[in-house]
């Protein structure tokens, strides 16, 4: 017979229980069709004790659980992405992007932070979630500019584009002219979809279309563009 959700929680409560039984609970817990709320307040503790040589970390399973709860967990988010532990942070700040309504300034202080660290793993997450804020998110718009310059990453700078646009379309113009030519083909489509046209940009545009190495995907946007 499966486990009860309190049992569950139960063993992820007990700082006792063996490591490989907390693991498994919240495993548990995770495929469950429904997360109960309650394991919320039992994250910060649900760590693994870095005995194997990687530190301190989350249990297997714990961001997925906690991101199965959606906008649930956006009230404990607030204070996780203000913790000092990296991985709680991270977490916090993963479901802000995702859910949070009034979180802006958290979100633009991450993609702050990570500019001075020159993290560009990270700036996709915040950046999607700026995108789901529009034009409320402006104050991020400065930054992702940099970002979208001046990333190691190209494969982020899609995510860059289509943030930009949101928050300020007419401002993004010359990135979307300029993307027309990226290197990465889903910021090709994105300027393919929504630059404003002149002659110029539609016979580059045709060039997509009647190219035989494109995706049909953008080739078919292009050839839609054109129409």
Same mark, same amino acid.
């Given at each position: 017979?499966?486990?009860?959700? /309190?049992?569950?929680?139960?063993?992820?409560?007990?700082?006792?229980?063996?490591?490989?039984?907390?693991?498994?609970?919240?495993?548990?817990?995770?495929?469950?069709?429904?997360?109960?709320?309650?394991?919320?307040?039992?994250?910060?503790? +649900?760590?693994?004790?870095?005995?194997?040589?990687?530190?301190?970390?989350?249990?297997? %399973?714990?961001?997925?659980?906690?991101?199965?709860?959606?906008?649930?967990?956006?009230?404990?988010?607030?204070?996780?992405?203000?913790?000092? $532990?990296?991985?709680?942070?991270? +977490? %916090?700040?993963?479901?802000?992007?995702?859910? %949070?309504?009034?979180?802006?300034?958290?979100?633009?202080?991450?993609?702050?932070?990570?500019?001075?660290?020159?993290?560009?793993?990270?700036?996709?997450?915040?950046?999607?979630?700026?995108?789901?804020?529009?034009?409320?998110?402006?104050? %991020?718009?400065?930054?992702?500019?940099?970002?979208?310059?001046?990333?190691?990453? /190209? *494969?982020?700078?899609?995510? *860059?584009?289509?943030?930009?646009?949101?928050?300020?379309?007419?401002?993004?113009?010359?990135?979307?002219?300029? /993307?027309?030519?990226?290197?990465?083909?889903?910021?090709?489509? *994105?300027?393919?979809?929504?630059?404003?046209?002149?002659?110029?940009? /539609?016979?580059?545009?045709?060039?997509?279309?009647?190219?035989?190495?494109? $995706?049909?995907?953008?080739?078919?946007?292009?050839?839609?563009? +054109?129409?």
């Amino acid at each position: 017979m499966p486990w009860l959700d /309190s049992r569950l929680l139960a063993v992820l409560a007990d700082p006792g229980a063996a490591y490989g039984e907390r693991g498994e609970a919240l495993r548990a817990l995770a495929e469950r069709p429904a997360v109960p709320v309650e394991l919320l307040s039992l994250v910060p503790d +649900l760590t693994a004790d870095g005995r194997d040589g990687f530190g301190v970390r989350a249990l297997p %399973g714990v961001h997925r659980a906690v991101r199965r709860l959606g906008p649930l967990a956006v009230g404990p988010a607030r204070e996780w992405a203000a913790d000092d $532990r990296h991985w709680l942070q991270w +977490l %916090g700040v993963q479901v802000l992007a995702e859910h %949070g309504a009034e979180d802006v300034p958290r979100l633009v202080a991450e993609l702050a932070s990570q500019w001075e660290e020159r993290a560009w793993c990270g700036p996709k997450t915040v950046s999607d979630g700026l995108a789901r804020l529009g034009p409320a998110a402006a104050e %991020g718009g400065p930054l992702l500019a940099r970002f979208w310059r001046c990333t190691p990453h /190209s *494969y982020e700078r899609p995510s *860059y584009l289509r943030t930009l646009h949101a928050i300020d379309p007419e401002r993004t113009a010359p990135m979307l002219r300029e /993307s027309l030519w990226d290197c990465e083909s889903d910021a090709r489509l *994105y300027a393919v979809r929504h630059v404003p046209l002149d002659a110029q940009l /539609s016979a580059r545009i045709a060039e997509l279309r009647d190219s035989l190495v494109e $995706r049909d995907e953008l080739r078919e946007a292009a050839a839609e563009r +054109l129409r």
